[in-house]
T-cell receptor, first 107, second 115 residues
Framework: GIQVEQSPPDLILQEGANSTLRCNFS?????LQWFHQNPWGQLINLFY???GTKQNGRLSATTVATERYSLLYISSSQTTDSGVYFC?????????FGTGTSLTVIP | DAGVIQSPRHEVTEMGQEVTLRCKPI?????LFWYRQTMMRGLELLIY????????DSGMPEDRFSAKMPNASFSTLKIQPSEPRDSAVYFC?????????????FGEGSRLTVL
């Protein structure tokens, strides 16, 4: 399988701040997704982004498949953005998950 | 449309008891995945099915774990006998595979506590 590494592991932000989360993967992938696990444990789909850039409100994501990384941008953070952000890369028959970035947004 | 539906949401049982977790994938999806999440090990893939056939069960911890998918709309994960170290959140997820991976969607998870 491939290695998926996320950085930073932990992040604390003041409400209103911006942040960038990074996901590196060790080999070519067919698919890259970003998920948000909220404090209640639900895994929410954010982006399905094998390549290119997508935006959804205050969130956007960019995947540069040739350089084996993806970035998740959070702008004007809100307390509801708190939780753990996972990226998952698909290759072969499986999705491989990173260990997540734990984000805490302070009011 | 309904998402991935899992039951029960919470289960507390005693060591040695049988546990059955259930999953209904999104209608039309042909791939189904069972994951386990713990603080120590993160998200681990246990098994996945494609068109109801188990493709890779290398993540199943041991013979105490078994999974079935008798039809396209239902899967079970069974633990017998259960042990305290099986305590975790078990997620079911589904996607539509068409020669390449479709978007993966998760259920809300089943939180298992084995005393």
């Amino acid at each position: 399988g491939i290695q998926v590494e996320q950085s930073p592991p932990d992040l604390i932000l003041q409400e209103g701040a911006n942040s960038t989360l990074r996901c590196n993967f060790s080999d070519s992938v067919n698919n890259l997704q970003w998920f948000h696990q909220n404090p209640w444990g639900q895994l929410i789909n954010l982006f399905y982004i094998p390549s290119g850039t997508k935006q959804n409100g205050r969130l956007s994501a960019t995947t540069v498949a040739t350089e084996r990384y993806s970035l998740l941008y959070i702008s004007s953070s809100q307390t509801t953005d708190s939780g753990v952000y996972f990226c998952a890369a698909h290759t072969g028959n499986q999705f491989y998950f990173g260990t997540g970035t734990s984000l805490t947004v302070i009011p | 449309d309904a998402g991935v539906i899992q039951s029960p949401r919470h289960e507390v049982t005693e060591m040695g008891q049988e546990v059955t977790l259930r999953c209904k994938p999104i209608s039309g999806h042909n791939s189904l995945f069972w994951y386990r999440q713990t603080m120590m090990r993160g998200l681990e893939l246990l098994i996945y099915f494609n068109n109801n056939v188990p493709i890779d069960d290398s993540g199943m911890p041991e013979d105490r774990f078994s999974a079935k998918m008798p039809n396209a709309s239902f899967s079970t994960l069974k633990i017998q006998p259960s042990e305290p170290r099986d305590s975790a959140v078990y997620f079911c997820a589904s996607s539509f595979y068409t020669g390449g991976p479709g978007e993966l969607f998760f259920g809300e998870g089943s939180r298992l506590t084995v005393l």
